[in-house]
């Protein structure tokens, strides 16, 4: 169910982009909310702490990434239940990119549109030589689950070439993947 935002989006949504960028912990969003008149600052940090359950992880509708038990609390990464999806740093970035554009969605009041999220993992075995693991995912009966027929594993008896492509794939990913979250 999509509903209109109020302020209090706006705010979860500046603490989401600081959790995004792990350039600062929660110490810093308390100082920015002693320089800014946004008391709705401390409320998100309550409810951040509130939007977890009995789990320690966080329920999230998979859509919008807000959290199921803590309204206008939108939830990514690590902390969020995205059902199939992997806890990965490919993943975050993923959920991010949506998560800002539903929450977009939302204060332009549009419903947002139901996501198709990617995952890759990289792994280097040896200089050069790059092996991955991909899934695409899409919300399902509440939770976002495998696309089926997307994404595998890269094969095992792939060229040396091919290997040397993954290491190629892994190293710009991170590239890419730093300079979005650090610039
Ligand atoms: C060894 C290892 C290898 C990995 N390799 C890969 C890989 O190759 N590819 C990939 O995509 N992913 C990889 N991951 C997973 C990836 O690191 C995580 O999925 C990703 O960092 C999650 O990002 P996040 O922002 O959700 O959480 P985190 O990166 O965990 O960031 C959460 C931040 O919140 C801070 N924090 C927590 N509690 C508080 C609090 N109460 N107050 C203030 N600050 C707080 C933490 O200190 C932390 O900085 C790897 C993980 C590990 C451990």
């Known amino acids: 169910m999509c509903r209109p935002l109020g ?50 992880w966080c329920a999230i509708d998979p859509v919008t990434f807000e959290s199921r038990s803590a309204p206008n609390i939108h939830v990514i990464g690590d902390a969020c239940l995205a059902g199939a999806m ?36 990289y792994s280097l075995a040896a200089p050069g030589y790059g092996i991955s693991v991909a ?15 997307a994404g595998g594993v890269s094969p095992a008896d792939a060229s040396r070439d091919f290997r040397a492509r993954e290491a190629d794939y892994a190293q710009s990913w991170f590239a890419t993947v730093t300079a979005e979250v650090f610039g």
């Open 86 to 121: 992997p806890k990965s740093a490919f993943s975050a970035n993923a959920q991010a990119k949506a998560c800002a554009s539903a929450v977009a969605a939302l204060i332009a009041g549009r419903s947002p549109d139901a996501p198709k999220l990617i995952n890759t993992c």
């Open 7 to 56: 302020k209090g989006h706006l705010q979860a949504v500046v603490i989401g982009f600081i959790l995004i960028r792990q350039a600062v912990d929660l110490r810093y969003v308390r100082e920015l909310a002693k320089e800014r008149p946004c008391r709705l600052i401390h409320a998100c940090i309550a409810g951040i702490a509130g939007a977890a359950d009995n789990t320690g």
């Open 135 to 149: 899934g695409v995912y899409q919300p399902k009966n509440g939770l976002l689950a495998d696309v089926e027929g």
